[in-house]
């Protein structure tokens, strides 16, 4: 099975407005609310976007790592790029090769997941996860509930089809990406790492982070116009919420 972009996390100060606004605005469901991540003082949201889910991530008491996360970017780039793989263990290893550090081993069958440092990634968690017997994009994905599958819309929006890393090196922070995910930079203007079903493009930016999202919309003027009713910065084909760009592309 061949690395594809499975979820990306966002962090919000509070889980509320900022899950249903999403939803409200992007033209999409939420499928689940994960109890599991309870035990890290966390709650969250899931919506999925075709065979991608969006999670938004919110502490509910002091001490949590993404409590701390949103303190020191103050709210601004997300938190987490997970990418289903066929041995997670293993590229796990070969991270550490590289000299990053294995933040966090979720293994809890069917489903297994390694979380790598995201100092050492550079800007966002990278995760590779596997749910055993799930090669099917829209078969089980635990962390997303038992019918997630169920709550896909697609008559607004219909693919997560990027994400933007902004670093002041993005050609070399592309190379590092590309070296822990195995997959190489493509030639161009804007370096990008394709997986079969999205890229991660990196621009030049202030600091390394995930800057934004891009989405194919069937129309991005309606949705610009719910998201100026929610009080939303828009500039041009993009408006900002919970920390990163939402860019409407066609």
């Known amino acids: 099975m061949p690395t594809r ?73 997300g938190y987490m790029a997970i990418l289903s793989s066929d041995d997670p263990r293993e590229r796990g290893r070969n991270a550490e090769t590289m000299g990053v550090r294995t933040a966090h081993l979720i293994d809890r069958a069917p489903y297994l997941g390694v979380q790598l440092h995201p100092r050492d990634c550079r800007g966002a968690f990278i995760e590779f996860n596997h749910t055993a017997g799930s090669d099917n994009m829209f078969g089980p994905y635990p962390p997303a509930g038992p019918d997630w599958h169920k709550a896909v819309r697609k008559e607004t929006t219909q693919a997560l089809t990027a994400i933007t890393m902004e670093s002041p090196d993005p050609a070399g922070l592309a190379q590092h990406w590309s070296k822990i995910i195995g997959c190489p930079v493509t030639d161009g203007d804007v370096p990008e790492v394709r997986l079969p079903n999205a890229a991660i493009r990196f621009v030049k930016g202030a600091a390394d982070l995930m800057g934004g999202l891009i989405f194919k919309v069937t129309d991005p003027a309606a949705i610009l116009v719910r998201a100026k009713a929610k009080q939303l910065s828009v500039n041009g084909n993009t408006f900002k919420l919970c920390g990163v760009d939402f860019e409407l592309t066609t």
């Open 5 to 77: 972009l499975r979820q990306v996390c966002l962090v919000a100060a509070k889980i509320e407005p900022v899950g249903s606004d999403i939803a409200e605005v992007m033209g999409l469901n939420i499928c689940y609310r994960d109890p599991n991540v309870g035990r890290f003082g966390l709650e969250n949201v899931l919506i999925p976007i075709d065979s991608v889910l969006l999670e938004v991530v919110a502490p509910f008491k002091e001490g949590t790592a993404a409590g701390r996360f949103v303190e020191k970017t103050q709210g601004r780039g």
